[in-house]
């Protein structure tokens, strides 16, 4: 009468039978499911004698062994976990291949589409350098909203309307929002005063020239507009200088004939109108410590005007470099 017990099977690592309440060899501590069941006709292999316990040893439970099995189990998994790793490696590697071939194509295409167009305009070095400059200015802002946790795509280059990095998820505040905003200016301006400080050693024009662009692009992008750099950063401050602001802004591009003041002023009417009028659902966003409004508002005036004066000290050099003997200045 068949009463549901199980066959002892026998361990192919050593040969050992193992009991049917087993759940390890005794022997080598195989797992029993690795085990097979033993032929009922032939009789277990005998295993190797068993050391004797040392004089004085704890009792250990009945199908336990002193140490043998668990160097072996451990061994094992050694073995495993090694195999493994090396797997999880080559899939890290391609998982990350994968990653990073989007963001090639994105950021590396659009800059040759750009460099298409700025090389016959500018020549080719300073389209190269240009690029650069926007690239360190979007770096600034992608090392802020990793810092906070914001997820963001790669750069992308847009002729003659610069580069932009998307934020996946606004900031949760707009305190946020503009420390995100201060560091493309602020690591640009660094970007545009290391090309000075090479052109006063090396005297190359071609540096002078990257660090007038680079500090007037700087200085444009703050502008006190949304969605321009200077924007953000104002709308901690506070949000109804948007429209304060609008009016002029439309003034200087009918002025100037300039499209892109004109593009970046509707642009941002939207969120202007959104921010005089701070619906219940944006106050929470806006609300802003006092002493937050006035550090962003210093840092503001202070970068722009820093910014604003090593433009036009850059125009003096280069004023100087074409008339070395016009207004007192000498090569």
Known sequence: MDTGARTPATCPECGYLVEPQDRHCAYCGRPVPACVEADATLPAPTPPPLPAPAPGAEPRPAGQSRGHGRSVTAGAAAVAALKGGKVLVGASKSGALLKIVPVLLKTGGSMALS??????????????????????????????????GVPFSAPLFIPFMGAVIGMKELPRDATKEAATAF??????????????????????????????????LNLFNLIPFTPMDGGRIIGAVSPK???????????????????????VAFMGIPRAIAGWRTPPELQDYFRVPPRVRILCLIGYVALALALAALFFHCVALAYAEVHPHVGGWEA
């Open 115 to 148: 460099l298409g167009f700025y090389a016959p305009m500018f020549g080719l070095w300073f389209a190269v350098g240009l690029l650069g400059l926007l690239l360190v200015h979007e770096l600034g802002h992608a090392l802020v909203l990793r810092a906070l």
């Open 183 to 216: 560091g493309g200016p602020v690591l640009g301006t660094i970007g545009a005063a290391v090309c000075l400080v090479i052109y006063q050693v090396t005297g190359h024009d071609l540096m002078l020239g990257l660090a007038t662009w680079g500090f007037f």
């Open 241 to 263: 200088i948007w429209l304060v602001v609008l009016p002029a802004l439309l003034v200087l591009a009918l002025l100037r004939g300039s499209p892109l003041l004109v593009l």
